[in-house]
């Protein structure tokens, strides 16, 4: 069983996924799959092309915004605009979770959508330590 974190009703973050987690997150009513994780950053971690194959077959909506260190304003708002625009539920990954629920984050902040407390307690609910970031 994956480790998929709630964080609100339409968005869930995890660390790496496999492509036979794909399954389980359709199950859960998601749609888009976005994975932040660079390619090649740890042996042994699954291509992004394999799980974007097992999505597809899935009937799930694929894209990759990889992210190195802090999310750069690009990367953030490419991340708003898919969970924007998705039909359903979203789960992001990298590979503990951080990098995307921090990109999630300070989309939602910028969109003023949520305010820091809140985004910050989302992230401590999810297993994820939000101080850091400029919300």
């Not at 994780?37 to 740890?42: A, D, F, I, N, S």
């Not at 042994?44 to 999310?71: F, H, K, N, R, T």
Request: charged residues 25%; proline residues 6%; aromatic residues 4%.
């Amino acid at each position: 069983m994956a480790d998929f974190r709630r964080v609100t009703d339409t968005l869930y973050v995890a660390p790496q996924i496999r492509p036979e987690d794909v399954a389980e997150a359709k199950a859960l009513g998601v749609t888009l799959i976005v994975n932040n994780r660079p390619e090649g950053e740890e042996a042994g971690q699954p291509e992004g092309d394999q799980i974007a194959s097992a999505a597809e077959a899935a009937g799930v909506a694929y894209l990759a915004v990889p992210v190195i260190g802090m999310p750069t304003p690009e990367q953030v708002g490419i991340m708003r605009a898919a969970v924007d625009a998705a039909q359903g539920k979203v789960l992001a990954f990298c590979r503990s979770g951080m990098r995307s629920i921090s990109t999630w984050a300070l989309g939602r902040a910028e969109a003023g959508s949520h305010d820091r407390d809140a985004l910050l307690t989302l992230g401590r609910d999810a297993g994820y330590d939000l101080s850091r970031l400029p919300l």
